[in-house]
Nanobody
Framework: QVQLVESGGGLVQAGGSLRLSCVASISTFSINGGGWYRQAPGNQRELVARLTSSGGTQYADSVKGRFTISRDNARNTMYLQMNSLKPEDTAVYYC??????????????????WGQGTQVTVSS
């Protein structure tokens, strides 16, 4: 069964940077867009950044100019580059990817999967 494996979270001081990665565990599944979400304690999960299948991007106002979502098709990975981090960015970050499975006979099927979440903590 395919999984989305997240990495890159951790503890960083305010003003620092982190890069989150989200990779599909099976090579026959390719990432065809998706997004990064975050959830802080006591808050609802919110959209941070979105990447469309055509490469378009959308960001929450709170992260515009600081975060960048991207995709590396060769590595089957979606990234979230986070710069100028603030304490209010502290949350568990989740990737949600639209995966396309290509079968041996050329058929394609699309699915939506979530990663397991990675903790990002920004100290002041």
């Amino acid at each position: 069964q395919v999984q989305l494996v997240e990495s890159g979270g951790g503890l960083v001081q305010a003003g620092g940077s982190l890069r989150l990665s989200c990779v599909a565990s099976i090579s026959t599944f390719s990432i065809n867009g998706g997004g990064w979400y975050r959830q802080a304690p006591g808050n609802q999960r919110e959209l941070v950044a979105r990447l469309t299948s055509s490469g378009g991007t959308q960001y929450a106002d709170s992260v515009k100019g600081r975060f960048t979502i991207s995709r590396d098709n060769a590595r089957n990975t979606m990234y979230l580059q986070m710069n100028s981090l603030k304490p209010e960015d502290t949350a568990v970050y989740y990737c949600n990817a639209h995966l396309v499975e290509t079968t041996s006979d050329g058929r394609e099927f699309e699915y939506s999967y979530w990663g397991q979440g990675t903790q990002v903590t920004v100290s002041s």
